[in-house]
């Protein structure tokens, strides 16, 4: 076991955006190509003897249970039978409620970084599954690089990398969330 892990979390930003539908699930049926990109969350881990801690620089970072890196060590100690505890310190870089998929790449930092922390050694398709039980991003957030997502996201198909390009991202600092969007899509303005 390690004594302290240093992960970078990339940030995602959905190159296309198609909401086909809503799901009897509660979800929306979704098309998209997701990329990773250079802005990252860093994610700092320290083996602890029983307790979940998590800290944040951000004080508008939940510190306990709702906090997803919580939700997500607690699904990984329990799928690798492990009775430890873990700090978790999270420096945001990505905007919060931005649609860059900060808490949904900080939950599936947490899965990969524990993983390596603890050498566990839990196959990647392991993790994925605990990535969905999250959120619909987070098994992209675990994978990275560039997927065409569908169903609520949990469908990756990956794509070639795009090797050549800008993407200027503008935070206009009027944090929206995305829950409340998809609430607004009217059931017409679905594709037929």
Not at 120 to 133: F, G, N, V, W, Y
Not at 178 to 191: A, D, L, M, N
Request: glycine share 8%.
């Amino acid at each position: 076991m390690k004594e302290q892990l240093t992960v970078k979390a990339a940030a995602k930003v959905n190159l296309y955006l198609d909401v086909l539908g809503k799901r009897n699930d509660g979800y929306h049926e979704i098309e998209s190509i997701m990329q990773s990109i250079t802005l990252y969350d860093r994610l700092v881990f320290r083996p602890l003897k029983q307790e979940i801690i998590i800290w944040s620089d951000n004080p508008k970072i939940p510190s306990g249970k709702e906090n997803i890196c919580y939700q997500a060590a607690e699904l990984f100690f329990k799928k690798a039978k492990i009775k430890k505890g873990v700090q978790i310190e999270i420096y945001k870089s990505i905007p919060e409620r931005s649609g860059l998929g900060g808490g949904s790449v900080d939950a599936a930092a947490t899965l990969w970084g524990m993983n390596k922390l603890f050498e566990t050694e839990i196959p990647l398709l392991d993790l994925s599954k605990l990535a969905k039980l999250l959120g619909a991003d987070v098994p992209f957030c675990l994978k990275g690089g560039t997927s065409l997502v569908r169903g609520k996201g949990e469908n990756l198909i990956p794509l070639p990398p795009i090797r050549d390009g800008w993407l200027v991202l503008l935070d206009p600092e009027i944090p929206v969330s995305t829950s409340w969007v998809y609430q607004k899509i009217r059931k017409g303005e679905f594709r037929p």
